[in-house]
């Protein structure tokens, strides 16, 4: 009889992350986040997609890490946002 096993391996992806953060491709981050980094790094790359304009990638980050006062100032945005365009079309 034949058993097969299975082992896991911890690879780290702090390089990884850095240089799509760098490239401002913050969406590859997020994927590369998703595999496993520090809620330390997710909060990183959440500041970095926030100053960068990437509400969506930031967003997902402080979810995840349920950071909620990055959470609640991306909510206030979205309303004022559809607010504003709820203005602008009248």
């Keep these: 009889m034949v058993q097969h096993m299975m082992m896991t391996m911890d690879i780290p992806q702090g390089a990884s992350l850095a ?3 760098e ?3 913050f969406e590859s981050a997020y ?4 595999m496993g ?3 330390q790094d997710f909060k990183y790359l959440g500041l970095e997609a926030l100053q960068a304009g990437d ?3 930031a967003s997902k980050c402080f979810l995840r890490i ?3 006062p990055y959470i609640e100032l991306l909510n206030k945005y979205e309303r004022e946002k559809k607010l ?3 203005i ?3």
């Excluded at 994927?31 to 998703?34: H, T």
């Design 19 to 21: 240089k799509f953060i």
């Design 66 to 68: 349920k950071e909620m």
């Design 55 to 57: 509400f969506d990638v």
């Design 37 to 39: 980094i520090t809620e």
């Design 84 to 86: 504003s365009g709820s």
């Design 23 to 25: 490239n401002r491709d």
């Design 88 to 90: 602008d079309k009248v």
């Design 31 to 34: 994927k590369v986040a998703c």
